[in-house]
């Protein structure tokens, strides 16, 4: 009877983690694809009250998207662009680059702003370039990183008109979990 109720204990424990799994996963929409180095469907959870645009798409090389709360002008926007970059070998990602691949990089964010960067990582290790705008722009912040030779940057920022734009470190943290949550889920074609 023991050894009975211990297993229907463990079943009905089984059934409720893949209940749990399957609606988180039934959470996170399509929000674009890319078709060069393999086919990937790019998957997001959208954050509460949130909706997401697309902005522009070259079919299968690069896609740009918004996510915005329509209802919130005060709320952070994210923009999202993926595209291919010819000179990343597919399979390389940020964690791959030597310090000067990676000094190239900053660069080209240093270019034009004043600008404060630093690294941190997804929840799940990603290695994310992080370009922080210091001067006296509108606040927003840069998040960058390579998957399979794709870039993907993220931008963190306001809308015009927003009565207080300053980023806060729980909005970027939500930025961060959104990457985090963002899948490149592999397809056939």
């Not at 009877?1 to 009905?12: E, H, N, S």
């Not at 970059?85 to 702003?113: H, Y």
Request: overall charge negative.
């Amino acid at each position: 009877m023991k050894k009975m109720l211990a297993l229907l204990t463990a079943l009905a424990l089984m059934l409720t983690c893949a209940a749990a799994f399957a609606e988180g996963a039934e959470e996170k929409q399509e929000i674009g694809t890319v078709r060069v180095n393999g086919a990937f469907s790019l998957k997001a959870k959208i954050p509460e009250g949130y909706v997401y645009h697309t902005l522009d798409m070259e079919e299968g090389v690069s896609f740009t998207g918004q996510v915005t709360n329509p209802d919130d002008i005060n709320a952070p926007t994210m923009l999202i662009n993926v595209y291919l970059n010819d000179s990343i070998e597919p399979g390389v990602r940020l964690n791959d680059l030597t310090e000067e691949e990676l000094k190239n990089i900053e660069a080209t964010f240093q270019a034009d702003n004043e600008v404060s960067i630093t690294y941190t990582e997804t929840h799940l290790g990603t290695k994310l370039l992080q370009v922080t705008e210091v001067g006296d722009d509108p606040d927003w912040v840069d998040f960058y990183s390579i998957y399979e030779g794709y870039e993907i940057e993220m931008i963190l920022g306001f809308q015009p008109g927003a009565e207080n734009p300053v980023l806060t470190d729980e909005m970027i943290g939500k930025a961060i979990q959104f990457l985090t949550d963002l899948d490149f889920v592999k397809t056939e074609e």
